[in-house]
């Protein structure tokens, strides 16, 4: 698997007792189709992340075992403004002069102006 670059990008999975907030630094892969994103054991352990596969799937973080946030899949995936930058930079269509870079670079400039281009639906 070949890196075309890191996104630092903040994660909020809404909850009605509190919001986690995680701002994880995610690698971008050019060889990967997948849908979703991975965070790794030594980033859940530093924050304290439990996750239980049991019948509703939730996560819990430090040590307050009863406060418990629910993993609906459905609810973080049409949140997430990584998964929609991810999609957009698979579809987009650089000059091969550029370096990957470059490319990313060019992809998150484009998305914070988004509002000043005209976009046809």
């Given amino acids: ?15 009605r007792k509190g919001n ?3 701002n994880p630094e995610f690698v971008v892969l050019n060889d990967a189709h997948i849908q979703g994103f991975l965070l790794g054991t030594d980033y859940k352990r530093m924050h304290g992340i439990d996750i239980y ?5 939730h996560i819990t973080i430090g040590t307050n075992k ?5 993993l609906d899949i459905y609810h973080i995936s049409s949140q997430d403004p990584l998964e929609e930058l991810l999609n957009e930079f698979r579809e987009g269509q650089f000059s091969t002069t550029l370096t990957s870079k470059q490319k990313l670079s060019l992809l998150k400039m484009l998305r914070k102006n988004r509002p000043a281009f005209a976009i046809g639906e």
Wanted: net charge positive; hydrophobic share 35%; glycine share 4%.
């Fill in 66 to 70: 009863e406060k418990k946030f629910s």
């Fill in 53 to 57: 596969n049991s019948k509703n799937r």
């Fill in 20 to 22: 986690i907030r995680l």
């Fill in 1 to 15: 698997m070949t890196s075309i670059g890191t996104i630092i990008k903040e994660i909020i999975i809404p909850h």
